[in-house]
Protein backbone atom coordinates (compact mmCIF):
# COMPACT_ATOMS: atom_id res chain seq x y z
CA UNK A 1 0.00 0.00 0.00
CA UNK A 2 2.79 2.10 0.51
CA UNK A 3 4.22 1.91 -2.71
CA UNK A 4 0.76 2.77 -4.37
CA UNK A 5 0.98 6.23 -2.56
CA UNK A 6 4.33 6.84 -3.20
CA UNK A 7 3.95 6.08 -6.81
CA UNK A 8 0.96 8.11 -7.28
CA UNK A 9 1.42 10.36 -10.28
CA UNK A 10 1.12 14.18 -8.12
CA UNK A 11 2.72 16.15 -11.48
CA UNK A 12 -0.05 15.20 -13.44
CA UNK A 13 -2.79 14.57 -11.53
CA UNK A 14 -5.56 17.30 -10.91
CA UNK A 15 -5.99 19.06 -7.79
CA UNK A 16 -8.53 20.28 -5.39
CA UNK A 17 -8.47 22.31 -2.00
CA UNK A 18 -11.63 21.13 0.09
CA UNK A 19 -12.20 22.64 3.48
CA UNK A 20 -14.62 20.78 5.96
CA UNK A 21 -16.90 21.31 9.15
CA UNK A 22 -17.94 18.28 11.13
CA UNK A 23 -20.87 18.10 13.32
CA UNK A 24 -22.83 15.32 15.26
CA UNK A 25 -26.30 14.82 14.42
CA UNK A 26 -28.98 12.04 16.10
CA UNK A 27 -25.72 10.06 17.11
CA UNK A 28 -24.48 10.60 13.23
CA UNK A 29 -21.49 12.64 11.70
CA UNK A 30 -22.30 15.18 8.82
CA UNK A 31 -19.65 16.46 7.00
CA UNK A 32 -20.21 20.23 5.36
CA UNK A 33 -17.71 21.58 3.03
CA UNK A 34 -16.57 23.49 0.41
CA UNK A 35 -14.06 23.38 -2.71
CA UNK A 36 -11.81 26.40 -3.07
CA UNK A 37 -9.91 27.73 -5.96
CA UNK A 38 -6.00 28.07 -5.47
CA UNK A 39 -3.24 29.67 -7.31
CA UNK A 40 -0.57 28.19 -9.38
CA UNK A 41 2.01 29.27 -6.69
CA UNK A 42 -0.27 27.16 -4.13
CA UNK A 43 -0.71 24.45 -6.31
CA UNK A 44 3.21 23.42 -6.99
CA UNK A 45 3.46 24.06 -3.12
CA UNK A 46 1.24 21.52 -2.19
CA UNK A 47 2.25 18.93 -5.33
CA UNK A 48 5.99 19.53 -3.18
CA UNK A 49 4.47 18.89 -0.02
CA UNK A 50 2.65 15.98 -0.87
CA UNK A 51 6.04 14.70 -2.62
CA UNK A 52 8.31 15.23 -0.17
CA UNK A 53 5.90 13.99 2.65
CA UNK A 54 5.19 10.51 1.20
CA UNK A 55 9.21 9.78 0.83
CA UNK A 56 9.49 9.89 4.86
CA UNK A 57 7.80 7.23 5.26
CA UNK A 58 9.65 3.13 4.78
CA UNK A 59 7.04 1.03 6.51
CA UNK A 60 2.87 0.68 7.09
CA UNK A 61 1.99 -1.25 10.67
CA UNK A 62 -1.88 -2.49 10.78
CA UNK A 63 -3.99 -0.19 12.59
CA UNK A 64 -4.63 -1.94 15.98
CA UNK A 65 -6.32 -0.66 19.44
CA UNK A 66 -3.31 0.25 21.14
CA UNK A 67 -0.98 -0.08 18.04
CA UNK A 68 1.41 2.94 17.84
CA UNK A 69 3.45 4.10 14.81
CA UNK A 70 6.73 6.37 14.90
CA UNK A 71 8.41 8.94 12.43
CA UNK A 72 8.97 6.81 9.14
CA UNK A 73 5.94 4.41 9.51
CA UNK A 74 1.63 4.71 8.82
CA UNK A 75 -0.78 3.32 10.41
CA UNK A 76 -3.05 1.02 7.79
CA UNK A 77 -6.67 0.45 8.41
CA UNK A 78 -9.47 0.25 5.69
CA UNK A 79 -11.68 2.93 4.90
CA UNK A 80 -14.61 1.32 4.99
CA UNK A 81 -14.08 0.37 8.45
CA UNK A 82 -14.29 4.24 9.13
CA UNK A 83 -16.44 7.62 8.33
CA UNK A 84 -14.26 8.26 5.20
CA UNK A 85 -17.01 7.50 2.83
CA UNK A 86 -19.21 10.35 3.86
CA UNK A 87 -15.80 12.47 2.89
CA UNK A 88 -15.37 10.43 0.04
CA UNK A 89 -19.10 10.81 -1.12
CA UNK A 90 -18.95 14.75 -0.40
CA UNK A 91 -16.16 15.81 -2.35
CA UNK A 92 -17.06 13.43 -5.29
CA UNK A 93 -18.94 16.14 -7.22
CA UNK A 94 -17.59 19.39 -7.51
CA UNK A 95 -20.05 21.64 -8.75
CA UNK A 96 -20.56 25.38 -8.40
CA UNK A 97 -23.11 25.49 -5.55
CA UNK A 98 -20.00 23.59 -3.40
CA UNK A 99 -17.58 26.33 -4.41
CA UNK A 100 -16.59 28.59 -1.78
CA UNK A 101 -17.10 32.21 -2.62
CA UNK A 102 -17.05 34.18 0.69
CA UNK A 103 -14.10 33.73 3.25
CA UNK A 104 -17.19 32.83 6.26
CA UNK A 105 -17.24 29.59 3.85
CA UNK A 106 -13.44 28.63 5.03
CA UNK A 107 -13.48 30.64 7.94
CA UNK A 108 -13.77 28.07 11.16
CA UNK A 109 -13.54 24.72 9.13
CA UNK A 110 -12.20 21.88 11.08
CA UNK A 111 -10.21 20.79 8.70
CA UNK A 112 -9.26 20.71 4.77
CA UNK A 113 -8.70 17.85 2.40
CA UNK A 114 -6.39 18.28 -0.26
CA UNK A 115 -7.95 15.81 -3.07
CA UNK A 116 -5.50 14.76 -6.11
CA UNK A 117 -7.20 12.73 -9.27
CA UNK A 118 -5.08 11.22 -11.76
CA UNK A 119 -6.34 8.54 -13.77
CA UNK A 120 -9.92 7.64 -12.08
CA UNK A 121 -7.52 7.26 -9.08
CA UNK A 122 -8.13 9.33 -6.41
CA UNK A 123 -5.89 10.64 -3.29
CA UNK A 124 -6.95 12.48 -0.32
CA UNK A 125 -4.23 14.23 1.90
CA UNK A 126 -6.09 15.27 5.01
CA UNK A 127 -4.89 17.73 7.37
CA UNK A 128 -6.35 19.27 11.01
CA UNK A 129 -6.95 23.09 10.45
CA UNK A 130 -5.05 24.75 13.28
CA UNK A 131 -6.03 28.29 15.34
CA UNK A 132 -5.69 30.52 11.85
CA UNK A 133 -8.52 29.44 10.65
CA UNK A 134 -10.88 29.87 13.35
CA UNK A 135 -12.18 33.89 13.60
CA UNK A 136 -12.51 33.84 17.37
CA UNK A 137 -8.44 33.46 17.97
CA UNK A 138 -8.37 37.07 15.88
CA UNK A 139 -10.49 38.64 17.51
CA UNK A 140 -8.57 41.78 19.70
CA UNK A 141 -6.07 41.78 17.46
CA UNK A 142 -4.60 42.99 14.25
CA UNK A 143 -2.28 41.73 11.53
CA UNK A 144 0.50 43.53 10.50
CA UNK A 145 3.02 43.25 7.77
CA UNK A 146 6.05 44.82 7.31
CA UNK A 147 6.92 46.31 3.79
CA UNK A 148 9.00 49.57 2.71
CA UNK A 149 11.10 49.64 5.93
CA UNK A 150 7.10 50.51 7.75
CA UNK A 151 4.63 48.43 9.40
CA UNK A 152 1.27 48.54 8.63
CA UNK A 153 -2.02 46.88 9.12
CA UNK A 154 -3.09 44.28 6.77
CA UNK A 155 -7.12 43.54 6.90
CA UNK A 156 -6.58 40.64 4.21
CA UNK A 157 -7.81 36.98 5.74
CA UNK A 158 -5.22 34.54 6.15
CA UNK A 159 -4.85 31.22 6.75
CA UNK A 160 -2.29 28.96 7.51
CA UNK A 161 -1.05 25.60 5.02
CA UNK A 162 1.02 22.82 6.64
CA UNK A 163 3.94 21.56 5.07
CA UNK A 164 2.56 18.15 6.18
CA UNK A 165 -0.81 15.61 6.88
CA UNK A 166 -2.42 13.41 8.74
CA UNK A 167 -3.80 10.78 7.14
CA UNK A 168 -4.15 10.04 3.40
CA UNK A 169 -6.60 8.22 1.42
CA UNK A 170 -6.65 5.88 -1.29
CA UNK A 171 -8.44 3.07 -3.03
CA UNK A 172 -10.26 2.23 0.18
CA UNK A 173 -7.08 2.78 2.08
CA UNK A 174 -6.47 5.03 5.10
CA UNK A 175 -2.30 5.45 5.72
CA UNK A 176 -2.19 7.53 9.27
CA UNK A 177 0.73 9.51 10.45
CA UNK A 178 -1.50 10.89 13.47
CA UNK A 179 -3.57 8.60 15.23
CA UNK A 180 -4.92 10.84 17.90
CA UNK A 181 -6.39 13.32 14.76
CA UNK A 182 -7.75 10.47 12.61
CA UNK A 183 -9.69 8.97 15.16
CA UNK A 184 -11.42 12.61 15.50
CA UNK A 185 -11.80 13.85 12.29
CA UNK A 186 -13.31 10.64 11.46
CA UNK A 187 -14.89 9.69 14.66
CA UNK A 188 -13.45 6.57 15.61
CA UNK A 189 -13.81 7.71 19.19
CA UNK A 190 -17.81 7.08 18.58
CA UNK A 191 -17.08 4.05 18.35
CA UNK A 192 -15.11 3.50 20.89
CA UNK A 193 -18.09 5.11 23.41
CA UNK A 194 -20.45 2.74 21.59
CA UNK A 195 -18.56 -0.06 22.64
CA UNK A 196 -17.58 0.96 26.15
CA UNK A 197 -21.48 0.51 26.48
CA UNK A 198 -21.70 -2.65 25.03
CA UNK A 199 -18.84 -3.89 26.96
CA UNK A 200 -20.08 -2.92 30.28
CA UNK A 201 -23.73 -4.19 30.03
CA UNK A 202 -22.25 -7.18 29.00
CA UNK A 203 -23.76 -9.65 31.49
CA UNK A 204 -20.31 -11.48 31.71
CA UNK A 205 -18.23 -8.55 31.85
CA UNK A 206 -19.81 -7.32 34.74
CA UNK A 207 -20.10 -10.92 36.82
CA UNK A 208 -16.89 -10.49 37.24
CA UNK A 209 -17.19 -7.26 39.46
CA UNK A 210 -18.57 -6.30 42.50
CA UNK A 211 -19.22 -2.95 41.38
CA UNK A 212 -18.42 -1.65 37.59
CA UNK A 213 -18.99 2.44 38.22
CA UNK A 214 -15.46 2.42 39.47
CA UNK A 215 -14.35 1.38 35.88
CA UNK A 216 -16.93 3.86 34.00
CA UNK A 217 -15.07 6.29 35.63
CA UNK A 218 -11.70 5.44 35.53
CA UNK A 219 -11.92 5.31 31.38
CA UNK A 220 -14.32 8.74 31.16
CA UNK A 221 -13.77 9.97 27.55
CA UNK A 222 -10.46 9.55 27.24
CA UNK A 223 -9.31 7.72 23.85
CA UNK A 224 -6.11 5.63 24.59
CA UNK A 225 -8.40 4.52 27.71
CA UNK A 226 -11.39 4.15 25.73
CA UNK A 227 -8.60 1.79 22.95
CA UNK A 228 -7.92 -0.45 26.41
CA UNK A 229 -11.45 -1.29 26.61
CA UNK A 230 -12.40 -2.15 23.18
CA UNK A 231 -8.78 -4.58 23.29
CA UNK A 232 -10.20 -5.84 26.57
CA UNK A 233 -13.50 -6.53 25.18
CA UNK A 234 -11.88 -8.35 21.66
CA UNK A 235 -9.50 -10.40 23.57
CA UNK A 236 -12.37 -11.47 26.01
CA UNK A 237 -9.73 -13.19 28.66
CA UNK A 238 -12.05 -12.19 31.44
CA UNK A 239 -14.87 -14.66 29.42
CA UNK A 240 -12.13 -17.44 30.02
CA UNK A 241 -12.41 -18.84 33.67
CA UNK A 242 -9.25 -20.57 33.61
CA UNK A 243 -7.48 -17.31 32.98
CA UNK A 244 -9.48 -15.40 35.81
CA UNK A 245 -9.03 -18.25 38.06
CA UNK A 246 -5.10 -17.64 37.48
CA UNK A 247 -5.36 -14.16 37.75
CA UNK A 248 -6.90 -14.43 41.18
CA UNK A 249 -4.15 -16.98 42.10
CA UNK A 250 -0.80 -14.89 40.78
CA UNK A 251 -2.42 -10.82 41.03
CA UNK A 252 -0.25 -10.93 44.12
CA UNK A 253 2.81 -12.29 42.88
CA UNK A 254 2.64 -10.24 39.77
CA UNK A 255 2.08 -7.06 41.92
CA UNK A 256 -1.21 -6.37 40.81
CA UNK A 257 -3.42 -3.64 42.83
CA UNK A 258 -6.61 -6.01 42.84
CA UNK A 259 -8.83 -7.49 45.54
CA UNK A 260 -10.70 -9.76 45.28
CA UNK A 261 -14.42 -10.51 47.84
CA UNK A 262 -15.25 -13.91 48.91
CA UNK A 263 -17.16 -15.42 45.71
CA UNK A 264 -13.41 -14.24 43.60
CA UNK A 265 -15.00 -10.70 41.99
CA UNK A 266 -12.84 -7.89 41.40
CA UNK A 267 -13.52 -5.27 44.10
CA UNK A 268 -12.85 -1.72 41.35
CA UNK A 269 -11.61 1.05 43.35
CA UNK A 270 -10.08 4.24 41.82
CA UNK A 271 -6.57 3.76 42.50
CA UNK A 272 -6.98 -0.22 41.33
CA UNK A 273 -8.10 0.44 37.97
CA UNK A 274 -5.26 0.63 36.30
CA UNK A 275 -4.00 -2.53 37.45
CA UNK A 276 -7.22 -4.40 36.69
CA UNK A 277 -6.58 -2.89 33.18
CA UNK A 278 -3.30 -4.48 32.99
CA UNK A 279 -4.57 -7.83 34.20
CA UNK A 280 -7.28 -8.10 31.45
CA UNK A 281 -5.42 -7.52 28.73
CA UNK A 282 -2.86 -9.62 30.24
CA UNK A 283 -0.50 -6.98 30.00
CA UNK A 284 1.80 -7.40 33.13
CA UNK A 285 4.21 -9.76 31.89
CA UNK A 286 7.47 -11.76 33.76
CA UNK A 287 10.65 -11.87 32.92
CA UNK A 288 13.01 -14.79 32.92
CA UNK A 289 14.43 -13.52 35.84
CA UNK A 290 11.08 -13.44 38.02
CA UNK A 291 11.91 -10.87 40.00
CA UNK A 292 11.48 -8.11 36.88
CA UNK A 293 7.56 -7.52 36.22
CA UNK A 294 7.08 -5.34 32.87
CA UNK A 295 3.55 -3.10 32.09
CA UNK A 296 3.69 -3.38 28.06
CA UNK A 297 1.73 -1.06 25.87
CA UNK A 298 0.65 -4.16 23.25
CA UNK A 299 1.38 -7.95 23.07
CA UNK A 300 1.43 -10.31 20.65
CA UNK A 301 0.75 -13.75 22.22
CA UNK A 302 3.34 -16.70 21.17
CA UNK A 303 1.31 -19.81 20.85
Known amino acids: MLNRLQDFNIDDASLTLWVYRKSIRNSAVHYTGWWVSVSDE ?13 CKYSEVINYGLLAQNNESSLLHIGANETEAQKLIDFSSNQIQAKKAEDVKNIANCDFYSVKLVHNDVVLYCVKKADSSWKTKNKKGIKSLIY ?13 NIAMNFDFFI ?62 IREKGYYKNTSFMESLRLHAEKFRLNIQFDKEGKIIA ?12 LDHRLQSHYPEHLYDVPNALLIR
Not at 183 to 203: M, P, R, V
Not at 211 to 227: C, E, F, K, S
Not at 269 to 280: G, H, M, P, V
Request: contains cysteine; negative net charge; proline residues 2%.
Open 147 to 159: KDYTLTIDNEPKF
Open 42 to 54: LRKELNSFISEER
Open 269 to 280: KNDSCADIFQAL
Open 170 to 231: LEGNILIKDKRIFESILSYKQAYLSNLTALTNEAEFNSIFTDILPLVTYVGNNAMQLRRALA
